[in-house]
Nanobody, 121 residues
């Protein structure tokens, strides 16, 4: 069993900052990509930022220069530092990990339960 547990969401005023964390636990052999997606009401889930096992990040254009993704491989944890938040960043943020549970398993995608981020104007 694998679990992704997110924390750090909340309510913040425009221009403020939040830091999201997501820890993967359970039977894990290796983790390839980790990252964050978000889904606003009435919209499709979209990529925010992902980071590979080597630490190379990839960002959505809408968050470049404002958000920073990082990971601690020893803790199987990914972080998202969100600065200069805007009302349009309001969404449920989902943690994501592409991992193998054992040496013999294929790689599968796992998702967290989501954490609400609300930015007021």
């Amino acid at each position: 069993q694998v679990q992704l547990v997110e924390s750090g969401g909340g309510l913040v005023q425009a221009g403020g900052s939040l830091r999201l964390s997501c820890a993967a636990s359970g039977t894990i052999f290796s983790i390839n990509g980790m990252g964050w997606y978000r889904q606003a009401p009435g919209k499709q889930r979209e990529l925010v930022a992902v980071i590979n096992s080597g630490g190379a990040p990839n960002y959505a254009d809408s968050v470049k220069g404002r958000f920073t993704i990082s990971r601690d491989n020893a803790k199987n944890t990914v972080y998202l530092q969100m600065n200069s938040l805007k009302p349009e960043d309001t969404a449920v943020y989902y943690c994501y990990a592409k991992l193998r549970r054992t040496y013999y398993d294929a790689t599968y995608d796992y998702w967290g339960q989501g954490t609400q981020v609300t930015v007021s104007s």
